[in-house]
């Protein structure tokens, strides 16, 4: 399967409260929804993918994979994702690039740009399918995060958790991984670091990737 820092990231980190049913938005080859699984043994995972190549690809790693009993694929637009139940947790990797130059292959562009009203769509769809406990997670870079926090908090989403990510300790803020909630908590920030020295990744990388890369 395809993977990338961004996505595996943010799979080991979410921490939310409750997980019996957990959706992935735009699983791609469907390595967040695994995670989810391999994590948390009880939950039922639904991945929406829209691209069908991709969503065909994750429906032959779920079938191939330990969950396959509690793994599925959708292929949808989530914005036409329809479903009987509320979620304990949303969790997604979206496109980011707004408004900025088009990848010239067609499903590249497509996974990693986001129209205009993306994030707006993103944000009032998951409040639609969160439950009263429930959370969203997603992984952004810093301008969209601080852009869907804002629109969040209008959808009654509020944020709880923003963990900003950074290469090392000399790099600035790269990502920001942020949680909401529909209740108000306190809110925790903390900082990650990806590298202690070039080539060379810190402990806390290390351990938080532990159970899932063989490398560590």
């Known amino acids: 399967m395809r993977i990338n820092t961004d996505g595996v990231l943010l799979a080991a980190v979410a921490n939310p409260v409750n997980t019996s049913r957990i959706l992935d938005i735009g699983t791609g080859t469907g390595v967040i929804a695994m995670m989810m699984g391999q994590r948390f043994l009880e ?5 929406v993918e829209i691209d069908d190549s991709a969503a065909m690809r994750a429906d032959a790693n779920f079938k191939g994979s330990q969950f396959a009993d509690r793994i599925q694929v959708v292929a949808a637009d989530i914005g036409d994702y329809e479903c009987a139940y509320k979620y304990e947790l949303i969790i997604s990797n979206p ?3 707004v408004n900025d130059l088009k990848n010239p292959e067609g499903r590249k562009s497509l996974a990693r740009h986001a129209t205009d009203d993306f994030f707006d769509k993103l944000v009032l769809k ?4 969160l439950g009263d406990v429930g ?3 997603l992984i952004l870079p810093v301008k969209p995060a601080d852009m869907v926090i804002d629109k969040a908090q209008k959808a009654g989403l509020l944020l709880r958790k923003e963990i900003s990510i950074c290469s090392d300790i000399n790099k600035p803020v790269i990502r920001k991984i942020v949680a909401f909630g529909r209740k108000e908590v306190a809110l925790k920030r903390e900082l990650f670091y990806i590298y202690e020295s070039e080539g060379v990744y810190t402990d806390a ?4 990737l532990k159970d899932f890369f063989l490398a560590f």
């Open 43 to 47: 939950a039922q995972i639904d991945a």
């Open 95 to 97: 496109p980011f690039f």
């Open 126 to 129: 998951s409040a639609t399918l």
């Open 135 to 137: 959370e969203l997670w």
């Open 205 to 208: 990388y290390k351990y938080l």
